[in-house]
């Protein structure tokens, strides 16, 4: 008996509200939690980092840091939950799982750089505003996704995997604190992130199934393991974390700021058009149909009352993570209540703060290598939606003015030093400048015959 029939039939396994046996289905859901574990903790981490209570930061805050990552998985969970199971016109009902966003990053590193704790009360204000948006886009998401094709999609996420680049570097060199320091760069460092980089690679290659799928995952593990030989990890912070800790409401406060609440808002589209294209992609690889206009409409609302609540405790903006898009489509399992148990242990893993000071023992150029693997993704997922465009002199304009002008934003901040607070934060990135010259041009320039 092969294992896609003691799993359930052809017609089960493409059918979201069927249930394969407990011995199949917390497998598949802890399978989905590997591919998405990384990726979903990481916002946190450089987020804190950049406020500077992270890595090697000897910062009094540096629990703070425990905090977020507890929130990433306590409201991944939750945000998965709404999508999977659902509330009235809210969540897609199919095995969407939901995650901590990359696509908010270069937003959010401006807004906090340098400034402490008490810049997060902004970034929660603008994750509540932006997660209520995103509620609002849902109601006519479909009417506007003829102003995001895949040149524009394409441009953006290749964009915030050029940002992110830099990061992964910095990581795995030894993260900011060891900058202008002899350590930065060492041989150390980067043999450490190599090994996470080239065993990531080879187990994503030559292994198969759950184990190709937690392919970053273990790569970390493998550069763990040489760092703690090399005398790199300290385990202090597990000893004086707290056993168990629930979500606190308001833990940063909440802050309103024009320029938290416009770049928000502003990704938002982006990470709605995400979303939607993730949800299709759901609905084809899993049972080989479209997604309904009810389904797409409901995962934007979740996407958008996920991220709010979020913002609430403490959490980060979430969307719906493109890998586990894939996962679906691997095993050819359809059942949402697979990811809902998959959310289930997310959720009580988030709750043991133990955990994520376990998390945080992981040296920050492990962290490096994987990331280093993930950034390099996020931007080849950008040429990958950009190989769907049809390039004529027209596409090629818009191309090259607005990855010109975000990308040279990017590496020449002090270009930006006679605009306002709110403004220079909003065009650092160049995320911002890169989409709406695309999104403009390709609504203005004539289209060619």
């Not at 009235?88 to 990359?102: D, H, I, K, N």
């Not at 979020?310 to 980060?316: H, I, R, S």
Request: charged share 10%; aromatic share 8%; glycine share 14%.
């Amino acid at each position: 008996m092969s294992t896609q029939t003691s799993i359930g039939t052809p017609k089960q396994l493409a059918d979201p509200n069927y249930t394969p046996p407990m011995v199949h289905a917390i497998p598949l859901g802890l399978q989905h939690i590997m591919a998405m574990f990384i990726s979903n903790v990481t916002p946190a981490i450089i987020v804190a980092g950049a406020a500077g209570f992270g890595f090697g930061s000897n910062s009094p805050d540096f629990p703070m840091m425990i905090y977020m990552i507890q929130m990433s998985m306590v409201f991944a969970g939750v945000a998965t939950l709404i999508q999977t199971i659902g509330m009235g016109p809210v969540g897609a009902r199919l095995p969407v799982v939901q995650g901590t966003s990359f696509a908010f990053v270069p937003i959010m590193v401006p807004l906090v750089a340098g400034k402490g704790v008490d810049a997060m009360a902004a970034v929660m204000g603008g994750v509540l505003v932006g997660g209520l948006f995103h509620v609002f886009l849902g109601t006519f998401i479909k009417k506007i996704r003829f102003a995001l094709p895949p040149l524009v999609t394409g441009l953006v996420v290749l964009m915030i995997g050029l940002y992110l680049i830099k990061v992964g570097i910095q990581y795995a060199a030894g993260g900011v604190p060891a900058m202008g320091k002899p350590e930065f760069g060492s041989l150390q460092n980067w043999t450490v992130a190599g090994v996470v980089i080239v065993v990531s690679l080879g187990v994503k290659f030559f292994a198969r199934g759950i184990v190709s799928a937690g392919a970053v995952l273990i790569g970390m593990l493998a550069g763990y393991l040489v760092a703690m030989s090399m005398g790199m990890v300290s385990f202090g912070n597990i000893g004086n974390a707290k056993v168990f800790q629930l979500p606190i409401p308001m833990h940063f406060g909440l802050e309103f700021t024009a320029a938290a609440i416009i770049g928000m808002c502003a990704i938002s589209f982006i990470s709605a058009v995400e979303t939607v294209g993730d949800v299709s992609g759901i609905a084809k690889g899993g049972a080989n149909r479209e997604a309904t206009d009810d389904e797409i409409q409901g995962a934007t609302y979740a996407d958008g009352l996920g991220t709010s609540v979020a913002g609430l405790f403490g959490g980060l903006p979430n969307t719906s993570f493109s890998q586990n898009v894939g996962l679906v489509a691997m095993t050819g399992v359809m059942s949402r209540n697979v990811v809902s148990i998959g959310a289930a242990i997310l959720i009580v893993a988030g709750l043991f703060p133990k955990i994520g000071a376990a998390i945080s023992t992981v040296p920050i150029e492990v962290l490096g290598g994987g990331v280093i693997v993930m950034f390099g993704m996020v931007a080849a997922a950008g040429v990958s939606i950009l190989s769907e465009v049809k390039w004529d002199r027209r596409s090629l304009m818009i191309f090259a003015v607005s990855l010109s002008v975000g990308l040279g934003l990017q590496l020449v901040p002090s270009a930006l030093q006679h605009l306002s607070g709110t403004a220079k934060v909003l065009m650092t990135s160049g995320l911002l400048p890169a989409a709406v010259l695309a999104i403009v041009l390709n609504l203005v320039l004539p289209k060619t015959d």
